[in-house]
């Protein structure tokens, strides 16, 4: 692959344009955030000086490495992995201004004491396991509603939309089939008009499969490989704390 990000992310930009065009939707309506797992710093700041302002990571060890050297650069931070309850001190005080991977209620009440000891709330997705693997996180489909419920109790637990990984495949109809999943989700949510709730996200598509998420309805997706290159670990490795 490419490794000129800057010319990837024109690539990948234009992707997105198109397959917008496509399906008759404003290209505006689609942010590209680069999942910046096991990238180093040096490059991280080549796309962001190339003009993006969104990136996560997956990992809290390196949101704590990369967070200095990042710091000087104005962007925002959103973290993406499975996140740990003794993980979230380290969450807040590393600049992450979302939580995408927030999948169950006991995560979310020790989220809300340590938002309330330091006076602060925190945006989250709500992650749906939509391609019922047991190597996923995520809550189930058909208990994220109540979740959603459950967690606009929690006044500084401010929901704003869903996120999933989908299936892992080359079959585009089984991709689909998850992200058509968490879109009729988010219409069920946006139908209850929960107090507290904002359903306006969808974060779902990555390097492999963005294309086919737009198309569904996302309005945020995940991309790493296209723009930084492969990396040399197993999948697993990404989706652990």
């Known amino acids: 692959m ?13 992707r997105i344009e198109k397959t917008c065009t496509r399906c008759k939707r404003d290209p505006a309506e689609v942010k590209l955030l680069l999942a910046t797992k096991t990238v180093s710093a040096r490059r991280i700041k080549e796309a962001l000086l190339a003009g993006q302002t969104l990136i996560a990571e997956n990992k809290v060890q390196e949101l ?17 992995g499975h996140l740990q309850s003794n993980k979230i001190k380290d969450i807040l005080k590393y600049g992450v201004s979302c939580i995408q991977s927030l999948d169950r209620l006991s995560l979310a009440e020790k989220l809300q004491q340590r938002l309330d000891l330091e006076d602060r709330s925190m945006e989250v997705f709500i992650q749906v396991n939509t391609s019922n693997e047991d190597s ?33 495949s080359g079959e585009a ?69």
């Open 2 to 14: 490419n490794n000129d990000i800057a010319s990837n992310l024109q690539k990948i930009s234009s």
């Open 64 to 80: 704590k490495e990369k967070f200095g050297s990042l710091q000087d650069i104005p962007h925002t931070d959103h973290f993406i």
């Open 136 to 168: 996923k996180y995520g809550v189930h489909p058909a208990l994220a509603i109540e979740l959603v419920k459950e967690i606009a109790k929690l006044p500084r637990v401010q929901v704003k939309g869903l996120m999933t990984i989908g299936l892992f």
């Open 173 to 241: 109809v089984k991709v689909r089939r998850c992200f058509r999943l968490l879109k009729s989700i988010q219409q069920e949510i946006l139908a209850l008009n929960i107090p507290g709730v904002e359903m306006n996200e969808l974060s779902m598509g990555m390097s492999n499969d963005f294309e086919i998420a737009i198309e569904e309805g996302a309005t945020m997706v995940r991309v790493g490989t296209a723009v930084f290159g492969r990396r040399k670990y197993p999948d697993s490795y990404y989706w652990s704390g």
